[in-house]
Each structure stands twice: as structure tokens, then as C-alpha cells.
């Protein structure tokens, strides 16, 4: 009984480290301004993000090579995005005032993974114009 008790609360402590650290990386896109290139190629309103263009930005990811260093957040966005999603399914329910908030916090997952896309495709922009140069 001990042990599941250290076990469970530990769960929770890390939980609580986790939703803290992808919160973090939600507040440092926020202040990064989307540039009118990535705007135009995602097809997206920049103020106006939503948690249902998620999975397609995702998709967009994909296609662009990883320059390094952004994968780990963007899985880690990706796990707080489905928690937030049962979150959803669980709260929906019982506290509606939820909503609204589970909303705002799946658009700045999908704000995240756009800041992201929009730093892949700067990449590889400048890497063919360096291709090109040569």
C-alpha cells in the first residue's frame, strides 16, 4: 500500500513538472510573431489559432527536415495536446467553465507547433539559398 501511494505521487509530481514545462514552451511562442511566409504556406490567421488545425500543422512538420533541438518540445506539445483532449472528454462533463480554457491552452499547443514549422521552413529556406549561391 506504500508503495503505490509513492508510486501515485510521484505520478502526480511529474505530471505537475510536465504540464508546467509544455506550458512554458505555450508562453515563449506566444511572444514569437509568425512570419507572413509561414502565414501564407500554412494557410492559418495568426491570432486566431485553434486546437483543430493541430494535427494538420503536425502533418506540415513532417514534411520539412528537422534542423535539431525541436523535437522533444514538439512531442512534448503533442502529449499535453492529448491530455488536454482527455481532459476535455473528462471535464466536459462535470465543469463546463473548463471548456473555454482547455480551448485557449489547445490553440497555444497549435501555436507552438506553428512557431516551430515557421522556424523549419526559415531553414530551409536559407539552406537553398546557400545550395543556390554555390
Given at each position: 500500500m506504500i508503495a503505490v501511494t509513492i508510486f501515485?505521487?510521484?505520478?502526480l509530481t511529474l505530471l505537475q513538472f510536465f504540464v508546467s514545462y509544455c506550458r512554458s514552451l505555450i508562453a515563449e511562442s506566444r511572444a514569437h510573431e509568425l512570419s507572413a511566409q509561414a502565414v501564407e504556406i500554412c494557410g492559418i490567421e495568426p491570432h486566431q489559432l485553434t486546437g483543430d488545425q493541430f494535427g494538420r500543422l503536425l502533418q506540415l512538420i513532417d514534411l520539412c527536415p528537422d534542423p535539431g533541438g525541436e523535437r522533444v518540445g514538439v512531442r512534448a506539445v503533442h502529449a499535453y495536446f492529448n491530455l488536454l483532449a482527455f481532459a476535455k472528454i473528462l471535464l466536459g462533463w462535470a465543469v463546463p467553465s473548463a471548456g473555454p480554457w482547455i480551448e485557449a491552452e489547445?490553440?497555444?499547443c497549435a501555436h507552438v507547433v506553428a512557431v516551430v514549422l515557421d522556424r523549419r521552413i526559415a531553414y530551409n529556406r536559407t539552406m537553398v539559398a546557400q545550395l543556390a549561391s554555390r
Amino acid at each position: 500500500m506504500i508503495a503505490v501511494t509513492i508510486f501515485f505521487i510521484s505520478f502526480l509530481t511529474l505530471l505537475q513538472f510536465f504540464v508546467s514545462y509544455c506550458r512554458s514552451l505555450i508562453a515563449e511562442s506566444r511572444a514569437h510573431e509568425l512570419s507572413a511566409q509561414a502565414v501564407e504556406i500554412c494557410g492559418i490567421e495568426p491570432h486566431q489559432l485553434t486546437g483543430d488545425q493541430f494535427g494538420r500543422l503536425l502533418q506540415l512538420i513532417d514534411l520539412c527536415p528537422d534542423p535539431g533541438g525541436e523535437r522533444v518540445g514538439v512531442r512534448a506539445v503533442h502529449a499535453y495536446f492529448n491530455l488536454l483532449a482527455f481532459a476535455k472528454i473528462l471535464l466536459g462533463w462535470a465543469v463546463p467553465s473548463a471548456g473555454p480554457w482547455i480551448e485557449a491552452e489547445r490553440g497555444g499547443c497549435a501555436h507552438v507547433v506553428a512557431v516551430v514549422l515557421d522556424r523549419r521552413i526559415a531553414y530551409n529556406r536559407t539552406m537553398v539559398a546557400q545550395l543556390a549561391s554555390r
